[in-house]
Each structure stands twice: as C-alpha cells, then as structure tokens.
C-alpha cells in the first residue's frame, strides 16, 4: 500500500506565501508523478502543479509565476511554494502521486487534503 501525507496548509492573507509539504510512503517501485490539486467549496478538484519524473513541472495558468512545485531531497516528496496569494486561491488541496507499486501495478494515490484559506 502507499500513503501520501501532507502538511503546510493554513490561514493566510491575501499577498502573502505557504508552502505544502507531502511525502509519500509505502510499498513503492517507481514514481511517475507527483502533482496538487485544489477543490474550492461546491467545485471539482482541478489540476493546480504537476511534476513528473524527469523534472518537467506544468501548472494552471492561474497560478503560473505565483506557485512553484519541487521534488524534495527526499525519497518520493514533493513541495508547493505558493505565493502572493489570492482569495481564489482558497480550497483544500489535495496531494497525488502516481505510482507503480510494481512492474504490473500502477495507480493514482492521494493524500487527506489540506485546508488553504486567503482571506481578503
């Protein structure tokens, strides 16, 4: 099994900077991708960052030049650095990983989620 653990999220305000933390962990052979998605109230979870294994990173256009998605030093973790921050921006963002947890399997693991809140 693989289980993704994040950390970071909070009350913040508008302009300012948070960074989300997630580490996964379990049995895992390759990590293809690890990415952030946001689900703000009454919405559908979107794609916010995405790196791959190779590095290359994509993002929403809503957040391009504001966010930042990295690989940790660490094994299979991954950081979002967010800053100015805007009210839009508030949502609970959900950590995901693809990951093969052998030759034969690979799945989509995500982690519990972690509140972002921009006040204006």
């Known amino acids: 099994q693989v289980r993704l653990v994040e950390s970071g999220g909070g009350l913040v305000q508008s302009g300012g900077s948070l960074r989300l933390s997630c580490a996964a962990s379990g049995s895992i052979y390759v990590t293809h991708a690890m990415g952030w998605y946001r689900q703000a109230p009454g919405k559908q979870r979107d794609l916010v960052a995405l790196i791959s294994h190779d590095g290359s990173t994509n993002y929403v256009d809503s957040v391009k030049g504001r966010f930042t998605i990295s690989a940790g030093n660490a094994t299979n973790t991954v950081y979002l650095r967010m800053n100015s921050l805007k009210p839009e921006d508030t949502g609970v963002y959900y950590c995901?990983?693809?990951?093969?947890?052998?030759?034969?399997?690979?799945?989509?693991?995500w982690g519990q989620g972690t509140q972002v809140t921009v006040s204006s």
């Open positions: 995901n990983a693809d990951i093969a947890t052998s030759l034969l399997s690979r799945s989509h693991y």
